[in-house]
């Protein structure tokens, strides 16, 4: 672990050239492992492109790994390396957010690995030796070494309970480190609030997995008197980027590959907006190389000030590829499309966009306390404003229920066959 940490650390004040350099080596050691020992690269990889493989940019030939694939493969066995089973392996499973749960194996060192950079992640954010750090998500996770000494102590907020259960383990673990969905964090701080209670021991939030409106997040900064950070990451690939002192969210360049897959079928490395390709350079039991996260970002340059990180920036998280919209005429977009000019309004809590059927929305809304009462009309404007081909709807609702894993998807694309449901839920402005 140690070991591990002054690794990470000591890369991390690499330059970017620097670091794409340490890069390209892991990434040659990391194919030619994956092409030798593992059953599902040994069949696709063509053995002339592992050879010729020089640097990031030389995967572009290479297949792309995606979700459905990956949840196959490894069900079969065909992922993990030679010499590594379900018996000395352990077992890492995503939320099924997308609604293909995946679960990855780790080696001892994996796991090393994967610890040391979690823990630079939470150092680099603020974190002291003798902070209680309090996780919101679904599953349990594994225990940090350094509890063993009273150190780093952490606490399992479980997602996928009840509100009151949640709120019984947050004040249990009397924590002073939040990780987690901000919308999860925003619903315990809300009851705490409504039963008056005050808690002012949270020095750091670090957000992750999904957005939170920028009302939101300043009332839970507000209620915690607390700063924040944010992290991108998954379970699958570890962390992908996280944010510096100025917020700017920085690549992690020697730990990952990070592709963007433009619209138009074209690949760059670090740059441009499209869907986001990973390969997660630190493992040697289940290999990932290209994985298809599932996300669109708009990555640009670095021309951030902070003197600390010297990588490229995700400029943006744009949204899952699977949330897109379907017009009337049959054309698709990607929902957060929408969402942007409903999160600008200041009254607005909490969202979510909802389509029953192609060419309707429902934008359902928790609005402030005193918000206007022509609000909604004029949220339904500015939504009209950019899908001017849509039958929209907009509510007023108490609350948004989070999906079983405790997030809440912020653009929510049903069964087009299905009807929309009737909602009796707060006041609506309709087309």
Do not use: W
């Amino acid at each position: 672990m140690a070991y591990h940490l002054a690794r990470i650390r000591r890369r991390e004040h690499l330059g970017h050239a620097e670091q794409l350099q340490v890069q390209a080596r892991l990434l040659r050691a990391l194919v030619r492992h994956a092409y030798e020992n593992v059953p599902y690269y040994r069949r696709l990889l063509d053995p002339a492109l592992v050879e010729r493989l020089r640097s990031a940019r030389d995967l572009a030939g290479m297949p792309v790994l995606d979700r459905m694939d990956l949840h196959e493969a490894a069900a079969g066995g065909e992922l993990l390396a030679t010499a590594f089973t379900s018996e000395n392996t352990r077992a890492g499973t995503t939320s099924g957010s997308s609604g293909i749960p995946i679960t990855i194996r780790n080696s001892e060192r994996d796991l090393g690995y994967l610890r040391a950079s979690y823990l630079q992640d939470m150092l680099a954010n603020g974190l002291r030796p003798t902070d209680r750090i309090a996780y919101f998500r679904v599953n349990p996770f594994l225990r940090h070494p350094l509890e063993r000494l009273g150190v780093l102590r952490n606490f399992h907020v479980p997602t996928g309970q009840s509100l009151d259960e949640q709120v019984a383990a947050f004040l249990a673990a009397r924590p002073t480190f939040l990780i987690g969905f901000p919308n999860v964090i925003r619903s315990v701080v809300d009851e705490l609030q409504r039963r008056g209670i005050e808690y002012p021991s949270v020095r750091t939030v670090l957000f992750g997995g999904e957005r939170l409106t920028p009302t939101a997040r300043a009332h839970i900064l507000d209620y915690f008197r607390a700063t924040h950070r944010e992290v991108y990451a998954s379970v699958e690939v570890f962390t992908i980027a996280r944010t510096c002192p100025e917020g700017k969210m920085h690549l992690r360049s020697a730990d990952v590959v990070v592709e963007v897959e433009h619209d138009d079928g074209t690949v760059s490395v670090e740059d441009g907006e499209g869907e986001i390709l990973v390969t997660r350079l630190h493992s040697e039991a289940m290999p990932l190389i290209r994985y298809r996260l599932g996300d669109r970002v708009r990555i640009g340059p670095n021309d951030c000030s902070c003197g600390v990180a010297r990588t490229p920036i995700v400029r943006e998280v744009i949204g899952r590829s699977e949330d897109r919209i379907a017009g009337a005429d049959g054309r698709r977009f990607y929902g957060d499309f929408i969402t942007f000019p409903v999160q600008s309004f200041p009254e607005v809590n909490r969202m979510q966009v909802i389509q029953h059927r192609p060419g309707t929305l429902e934008i359902r809304v928790v609005l402030v306390h005193g918000a206007r009462p022509d609000v909604t009309a004029d949220i339904r404007d500015a939504v009209l404003r950019r899908v001017p081909d849509q039958e929209v709807t907009v509510l007023q609702v108490p609350q948004i229920a989070p999906e079983p894993n405790g997030k809440i998807k912020i653009v929510k694309v049903l069964d087009p066959s299905r009807d929309p449901a009737p909602t009796e839920e707060g006041k609506a402005a309709d087309v």
